[in-house]
């Protein structure tokens, strides 16, 4: 197995026996770092201290994830233009937040033998956000209920990064 020290320094390629015998002599552990290298690489550190910076790493890495959240729009296959607009502004908003947002048209007893008229309001509703966001579930019906998935689209989330900050008071004062 290759040794390596704490600080990054190789010590070689060493027999267990060895590894262990200096991993004691300098009062810390022998931690298998790469298991599946040819030959294995084990480092010489205190493991407490080891487990301590992995569990941290985790932590910052899990910090910096983006949980996306679907919200739900529902319809009705009369829905009105105003109750229409209403809706659709705030899927607007929502996938203006990066959110998913699921449009979805019930249908109770005899509506379900209009079934266009749901899928003209998902016709309309993707025409109207096709700017800000992409089809991930075309228009599909689950039981008594027509959705559709909506996802924001790449460029539109990152124009939303700060951009650059204004002059300083400094700066204008320099000139």
């Not at 003209?120 to 689950?142: G, S």
Request: charged share 40%.
């Amino acid at each position: 197995m290759r040794v390596v020290t704490e600080d990054g320094e190789t010590l070689g390629i060493m027999d267990t026996r060895d590894a262990i015998r200096e991993a004691r002599d300098r009062g810390v552990d022998l931690v298998e770092i790469a298991p599946n290298a040819k030959p294995p690489v084990c480092r010489l550190i205190d493991y407490g201290k080891f487990q301590y910076e992995q569990k941290k790493k985790a932590h910052e890495a899990k910090k910096k994830q983006v949980t996306v959240q679907v919200k739900e729009i529902k319809f009705r296959p009369g829905t009105d233009d105003h109750d229409y607009g209403y809706r659709m502004k705030h899927a607007r908003e929502w996938l203006e937040g990066g959110d998913k947002v699921r449009a979805a048209i019930a249908f109770r007893g005899r509506e379900m033998s209009h079934r266009e008229l749901g899928a003209k309001i998902l016709a309309r509703l993707t025409q109207d956000l096709k700017d800000l966001a992409d089809v991930e579930v075309a228009p599909k019906m689950e039981g008594y209920q027509m959705f559709t998935i909506f996802i924001p689209k790449k460029a539109k989330t990152a124009e939303k990064k700060p951009a650059a900050k204004p002059e300083t008071e400094a700066d204008a004062d320099g000139e």
